[in-house]
C-alpha cells in the first residue's frame, strides 16, 4: 500500500515552461488536493476535488490547472511558469467524511524552483 | 478578516516536560480541528482530531483541547521525548473534509536531551 505518491521530488523550471506534477493515491479516496508550503505561511490550498470528473479551486489557485479523470490521479499543471510559482507542493487525499474522521494523507511533496 | 494563527516562535523544551502549542482563529466557524506533525522534507501527518463538541481528546501521550467560545484549540506532549522534535501543524476542517483544509503555519517544536 503505497500511499499518496507525488513525482517528481525535485524541479527546477525556467519562467515560461510548463509542467504537470504527477499525483496518484491507491486508497480509493474520494477526495484530492493540492497544497502549496511557503516559509512562513504554512500550507494554502490550491485545488481540490471531490471525485472523477469534479474540480473546485482553493485559496491560490491562480497559474494552476487540475482535472480528474480517474479516481486515483490528480495532476496540477503549470502552463507558464513564474518565480512566484517556486514553492514545495504537497498533493493528499481522504475519505469524504461522513461519521469516520476524514483525515488527510500527504505524499512527499515536490520542491519546485522557477528561475 | 479570516486567520488561523500559531505559536510565532519555535518551542524550545527539556525531554520530559510538557509541550504546549496553541492555535487560534477568527472568524471561523470549524466543525473541526485537525492535528498534523511535519518532519524535514516530509509531508504532514495526521495525529489527532477534535469535533466542535468535544472539549479534549487524548491519544497515548498526547492531547488535545478545543475552546469554540475562545476560538482555541492546545496540543499537549507530555514526557517529551528528543524524537517528539517537528513542526507541529493545526488545520481546520469546515465540513469534515480531509482534502479541504485551512492550515495555521505551524510551530517548531525543539526537544533537548
Known amino acids: 500500500n503505497a500511499g499518496v505518491t507525488q513525482t517528481p521530488k525535485f524541479q527546477v523550471l525556467k519562467t515560461g515552461q510548463s509542467m504537470t506534477l504527477q499525483c496518484a493515491q491507491d486508497?480509493?479516496?474520494?477526495?484530492m488536493s493540492w497544497y502549496r508550503q511557503d516559509p512562513g505561511m504554512g500550507l494554502r490550498l490550491i485545488h481540490y476535488?471531490?471525485?472523477?470528473?469534479?474540480?473546485d479551486q482553493g485559496e491560490v489557485p491562480n497559474g494552476y490547472n487540475v482535472s480528474r479523470s480517474t479516481t486515483e490521479d490528480f495532476p496540477l499543471r503549470l502552463l507558464s511558469a513564474a518565480p512566484s510559482q517556486t514553492s514545495v507542493y504537497f498533493c493528499?487525499?481522504?475519505?469524504?467524511?461522513?461519521?469516520?474522521?476524514?483525515?488527510?494523507?500527504f505524499g512527499q511533496g515536490t520542491r519546485l524552483t522557477v528561475v | 478578516s479570516q486567520k488561523i494563527e500559531q505559536n510565532s516562535e519555535a518551542l524550545n523544551i527539556q525531554e520530559g516536560k510538557t509541550a504546549t502549542l496553541t492555535c487560534n482563529y477568527t472568524?471561523?466557524?470549524?466543525?473541526?480541528l485537525q492535528w498534523y506533525r511535519q518532519d524535514p522534507g516530509r509531508g504532514p501527518v495526521f495525529l489527532l482530531l477534535?469535533?466542535?463538541?468535544?472539549k479534549e481528546k487524548r491519544k497515548e501521550r498526547l492531547k488535545v483541547t478545543f475552546d469554540t467560545t475562545l476560538k482555541q484549540s492546545l496540543f499537549h506532549i507530555t514526557a517529551s521525548q528528543p524524537a517528539d522534535s517537528a513542526t507541529y501543524l493545526c488545520?481546520?476542517?469546515?465540513?469534515?473534509?480531509?482534502?479541504?483544509?485551512?492550515f495555521g503555519q505551524g510551530t517548531e517544536l525543539s526537544v533537548k536531551p
Open positions: 477534535i469535533r466542535e463538541n468535544e
Open positions: 486508497m480509493n479516496h474520494e477526495y
Open positions: 493528499a487525499s481522504s475519505r469524504l467524511g461522513t461519521s469516520e474522521v476524514a483525515e488527510a494523507f
Open positions: 488545520a481546520l476542517d469546515l465540513y469534515n473534509q480531509g482534502g479541504k483544509l485551512i
Open positions: 472568524n471561523y466557524s470549524p466543525a473541526y
Open positions: 476535488s471531490v471525485g472523477a470528473g469534479i474540480t
